[in-house]
């Protein structure tokens, strides 16, 4: 027979928010528990015409919000990297079971269920969705590459809306390579997003780049956030060396509304939340309550057994917002301050700047005993500030796998690109992740099966 | 500015959502004041942005039918249904007003 295309045969998995016909989809909420799609994704249908292998639908932070995959109401996503022999050398240790029970680490969020997929070798690629770094987010902690598309080449058809002018499908894969034949596979207008740009989208190779002289490097300084962790800070630093090295020109840039972007989007994201949301009352799929007095009484009963605290705060915040009495200085402002920060791009773009690189995280992934300490909305401001603001603007950007923390747990860089320029993007990364040569994984149980696979982990790591 | 109790009521009312205790409140409180930092930023003289794609122009079709008459798989996930019938319980009665709605839910 004939291959059915480039992924035939290649096990996938796929965030639990995007729709797959026959198979129930949850958003890891109990409003879509036993809910059975009609459809499937535009994305999950472009895979499956390829020929991939769907394996699973990845667990993930209710309804995608948040940043640990710790809010689902299947429980938290343990980081592989926790049983990771890198990891637990470097743990002061007790008893070992009682360390796992204990130590083990987030896999951020909201798409930790794929990334740690991804990661664990149960499939080579995983679709996840980045709204405010949502894909790149877990992908550092978890040492993968987590790409996310520009806002308009890949459907969002079939993807549950968390926020429509931001939301986009993730990629995430193991390789860079990797990722420029998922997005080959994905992108491209569709007919049933209206968001989807008309132009021609043709899948492309990624060239083995030698020569980065002709390379401009931006080094935006407010990506030097509070909380930003001496290590990575030091990671950042020397990849910027690196570049240099090579030949690149490195330039330090300002990017002056970065600090809003947690803000805008907090009032963007609850209004936009509190209209997507609106959708689930029972009566058509879903969860419905018993109550049966009138149908507000029903819609109401429904809502409160079906959404967690976070959702349930975050349409009520969304609703505040979007009161008439409040529209003009908080919605509005809002999306002007978007425009401020969307702009702040473009100026440095338009200076002859090609790629920005910039930390992913604020730190390696901590432990969830430590994280579930603050409340989702704290931490979700914390973590989102490296990645937020690439989605306000729209633009394509990707973690790239550095180094292993002092931890043992894996590290990331983001690059940020110039909208639909995937191909420069994907281009620049492919070759830092040669010069880095992050080490794999070594967990345990797949050590056994194959020596050969773990020869490069012995060649010299970046940090 | 603190959020009245009308206001929460009216909230609650719009969202059919509610705040279930004190908690819930508090954390609207702390979201409100969080958002009014947004009030440092001058932006005078910016238009607001719906949309990353506002240079381009929408995609439109022509207005024929392509797909539907799936009624059958639509009606699968319902979990109230007669025929090709959504069943909604009786309309146009409003919820109860705030203090007897808490007493309603208690029983709940």
């Known amino acids: ?463 | 500015p603190k959020v009245t109790a009308e206001v929460l009521a009216h909230l609650e009312h719009l969202a059919l959502v509610d705040f279930r205790d004190a908690e819930g409140v508090e954390r609207l409180q702390k979201a409100i004041q969080f958002a009014d930092q947004l009030q440092e930023v001058n932006t005078d003289g910016v238009e607001p942005m719906d949309s990353v794609l506002e240079d381009r122009c929408l995609y439109l079709r022509e207005d024929n039918v392509t797909e539907g008459n799936c009624a059958k798989e639509l009606l699968k996930n319902a979990r109230e249904k007669v025929e090709e019938y959504f069943v909604a319980p009786p309309g146009n009665i409003p919820l109860p007003k705030l203090d007897e709605q808490q007493t309603s839910l208690q029983g709940s």
């Open chain 1, 1 to 463: 027979g004939q291959p059915l295309g480039v992924l035939d045969g290649i096990p996938i998995a796929v965030k639990d928010n995007f729709n797959t016909a026959g198979i129930e989809t949850t958003c890891a909420s109990n409003m879509l528990k036993g809910y059975i799609s009609p459809y499937n994704a535009t994305v999950v249908q472009k895979l499956l015409d390829q020929g991939a292998v769907l394996l699973g639908k990845t667990n993930l932070d209710e309804f995608a919000m948040g940043s640990g995959s710790t809010d689902g109401v299947f429980g938290p996503v343990r980081n592989p990297w926790s049983y990771s022999r890198q990891y637990k050398e470097k743990s002061v240790s007790k008893s070992r079971s009682e360390d796992e029970e204990s130590n083990w680490v987030i896999t951020g969020g909201s798409s930790g269920g794929s990334a740690a997929a991804v990661s664990s070798f149960t499939c080579f690629a995983a679709l996840g969705s980045d709204t405010g770094g949502s894909t790149r987010n877990p992908a550092a902690h978890c040492g993968v590459v987590g790409l996310k598309p520009t806002y308009g080449l890949i459907s969002r058809h079939g993807l549950i809306p968390l926020v429509n002018s931001m939301d986009v499908p993730g990629i995430l894969t193991r390789c860079v390579d990797d990722a420029a034949v998922m997005l080959g596979s994905l992108a491209g207008h569709d007919p049933k997003d209206s968001t989807t740009i008309q132009e021609n989208f043709k899948p492309f190779e990624l060239p083995d780049l030698t020569d980065v002289s002709k390379l401009s490097i931006g080094i935006p300084k407010e990506y030097h956030a509070p909380g930003l962790s001496g290590e990575i800070l030091a990671l950042w630093s020397k990849a910027a060396d690196l570049f240099k090295n090579a030949g690149a020109k490195v330039i330090d840039v300002s990017l002056p509304h970065t600090h809003y972007s947690i803000v805008c989007y907090h009032v963007l994201c609850t209004a936009e939340v509190a209209s997507n949301m609106a959708r689930f009352d029972g009566l058509e799929y879903g969860h419905r309550s018993d109550m049966n007095e009138s149908t507000e009484s029903m819609y109401a009963a429904t809502r409160r057994e079906g959404f967690n605290d976070v959702v349930r705060g975050r349409i009520l915040s969304g609703n505040y917002f979007l009161l008439k009495q409040n529209y003009e200085n908080y919605f509005i402002k809002a999306q002007k301050v978007r425009r401020l920060i969307a702009n702040d791009f473009v100026k440095v773009f338009r200076s002859g700047v090609d790629i920005l690189l910039t930390p992913t995280t604020l730190s390696d992934a901590v432990p969830y005993m430590e994280f579930i300490k603050e409340d989702n909305r704290t931490r979700s401001a914390q973590d989102d500030i490296l990645t937020q603001a690439v989605n306000m603007a729209g633009l394509p950007a990707i973690n790239v796998p550095t180094a292993l923390s002092e931890r043992g747990l894996p590290v990331g860089l983001q690059f940020i690109g110039r909208s639909f320029q995937e191909k420069q993007l994907l281009t620049v990364a492919k070759w830092f992740e040669k010069q880095v040569k992050f080490p794999m994984i070594q967990l345990e149980e797949v050590k056994r099966l194959d020596h050969g696979v773990f020869q490069h982990e012995k060649s010299a790591s970046f940090s």
